[in-house]
């Protein structure tokens, strides 16, 4: 028998079991004040994931932290809409939290990890030191087809 929360569906079923699927993950987030004397459930936070994108928004009652409780991964970037790019921190436990102003706010959250610019690197240098290797051998590129007959 099939489960009906509304948050999931069923993906597939094999055999004797069902796998599911759920609908519109997202991480929770919550805002964190530094003083501790403010109540954080004063805040009214918007969230979802837009083509890849974190997006949050809501107003701050006081300075604080914005705590998104997805697993911190080094990479993780918050901006605000034509301003500057915020680097998001690790919070314990292993949450990801960044910085917060007092007011209204709208940031955007991306993952672009540098790691990615050594893998292009690499794979130039690989192609590169394959070419000199190829070349090395005397390796004739018409005699990859076969011979022709002419």
Known sequence: RALNPPLVEPDKKNGPWMLYRVLETQPLVQFVPYDEVESATD????????????????????????LIRNVYMPGWYATIPR??????????????????????????????PDSWKWG????WVGVFVCCLFLFSLGFDIRSVGGDTGN
């Open 43 to 66: 805040v009214s936070l918007s969230f979802g994931w837009d083509d890849g994108t974190l997006r949050v928004s809501g107003t701050a009652p006081t300075e604080g932290r914005l």
């Open 120 to 123: 292009i690197r690499f794979f």
């Open 83 to 112: 301003a500057e790019e915020i680097p998001v921190e690790m919070s314990p436990p292993f949450w990801q939290s960044f910085p917060v102003k007092a007011g209204d706010f709208d940031y955007s959250l991306e993952y672009r």
